[in-house]
């Protein structure tokens, strides 16, 4: 996911008007849960910032911390002793709905697990069956569709002693599908009800985003000046500006203190972060403008994600499409990826600055602090602090 998790960790990136994890939160609150304990270890000062005491959603948030990350059965484990009773279990990268949760709930066995069904199995954990019950679960490799490990569970608290009993994987790590096979017998898997998707790639943020979008209600709290055409679900909240002569069609959420316009226009699904900008002349669609990212003049932004606080210079253009129609791909880590787009614009790191009439082509992911100047052309991926001039 960088550069957006250079400085962020990855359940607090915004999709649908709020930080990932809070979707998590709302949804687990809906389905009667009363208590949750936080595992972190990344960046926790930020994530218990974030989400603060649980309060406002109706929780008591409590915060563990894994020291060395060593898997996700050592994970789960961290919560031993902590938990008397049943409880959800997910993944902080996961995007979760009530339904499928209260399908765990109703489970009658001790344990349950969620599964998804996808095109292709390749770059998940295949789940095969039988009567109902876990049969195995077969890490990264499987080809072609089938169902998969959502990262949705619902445990019984003995799962703690089939943890305990874990060694070391090939890779040096405790594996939590390993314990889960311990207890296959045990384990009742159901289908995801709505909507899910994993958190693996830059590009999944926009399809998040576009799916809690679709489930926004309209609301105007902020001002929207005369003049301004508002199609379909738009949220503008408290302290955001709408100027006069833009128009907007939703789903949008334009977050507090953002402005838009004078004669922008905005089409869906697309989220501006806390003081975000879309300036005089300038487009934006399906994009996420994170809190501070501005694109002020005679921009065009499309299928993008903007990191904090990037500036994009008078006249810079985001290619999204490529001439032949071919998906977009992208560098990451190095190897040529396959985003398996039609449609994606760039991905910026925060901080990022481009001057003037500078182009950004399809698929180019610019590390934190880039910049990039004056009428530039800039494809590719380029590490944080790049000076592209």
């Known amino acids: 996911m960088r550069p957006l998790t250079a400085r962020l960790p990855k359940p607090l990136l915004p999709a649908g008007g709020a930080p990932f994890l809070e979707h998590q939160l709302r949804a687990l609150a809906e389905a009667g849960v009363t208590h949750v304990a936080v595992l972190v270890g990344y960046r926790m000062r930020e994530v218990h910032e974030a989400l603060g005491d ?43 709905t009530t339904e499928t949760l209260r399908a765990l709930a109703s489970a009658k066995s001790a344990h349950a697990m969620a599964v998804a069904q996808v095109a292709d199995c390749s770059s998940y954990g295949l789940v095969k069956t039988r009567k109902g019950k876990l049969a195995s679960i077969i890490e990264k490799g499987a080809e072609g569709p089938g169902k998969i490990n959502a990262g949705i569970y619902r445990f019984a608290p003995s799962i703690f002693e089939a943890l305990e009993a874990l060694e070391r994987s090939p890779r040096g790590e405790f594996e939590l599908t390993t314990a889960l096979e311990a207890v296959a017998k045990q384990v009742t898997v159901v289908d995801v009800e709505g909507d899910w998707l994993d958190l693996g790639r830059p590009w999944d943020l926009l399809t998040a985003n576009a799916l809690l979008l679709a489930r926004m209600e309209p609301s105007i709290k902020g001002t929207v000046e005369e003049g301004v055409v508002l199609e379909g679900a738009v949220h503008v909240a408290s302290g955001a500006i709408i ?11 334009v977050g507090p203190g953002a402005t838009v316009g004078p004669n922008a226009c905005i089409r869906g699904a697309t989220m501006l972060g806390a003081g975000a900008k879309v300036g005089g002349a300038s487009e934006v669609k399906n994009s996420i403008l994170m809190d501070g990212a501005k694109a002020p ?17 008078s006249g810079t253009k985001v290619a999204n499409l490529r001439h032949d129609g071919a998906n ?62």
């Open 54 to 96: 649980g309060q406002r959603f109706g929780l008591a948030l409590d915060f563990l911390v894994q020291e060395e990350q060593l898997g996700t059965g050592h994970a789960v484990a961290q919560a031993a002793g902590k938990l008397d009773r049943n409880f959800f279990c997910l993944n902080g990268d996961t995007l979760v």
């Open 243 to 253: 100027k006069a002569g833009s128009r907007i069609e939703g789903p949008v959420w």
């Open 297 to 313: 003049h005679h921009n065009y932004v499309g299928d993008s994600i903007l990191g904090r606080d990037c500036n994009l210079g």
């Open 328 to 389: 977009v791909y992208a560098i990451i880590r190095g190897e040529r990826v396959d985003s398996g787009l039609r449609k994606l614009g760039v991905i910026l790191g925060d901080d990022v600055k481009t001057g003037i009439n500078a182009s950004l082509n399809v698929g180019t992911i610019l590390g934190e602090g880039t910049i990039v100047g004056p009428g530039r052309v800039v494809s590719g991926s380029w590490a944080a602090g790049s000076r592209i001039l």
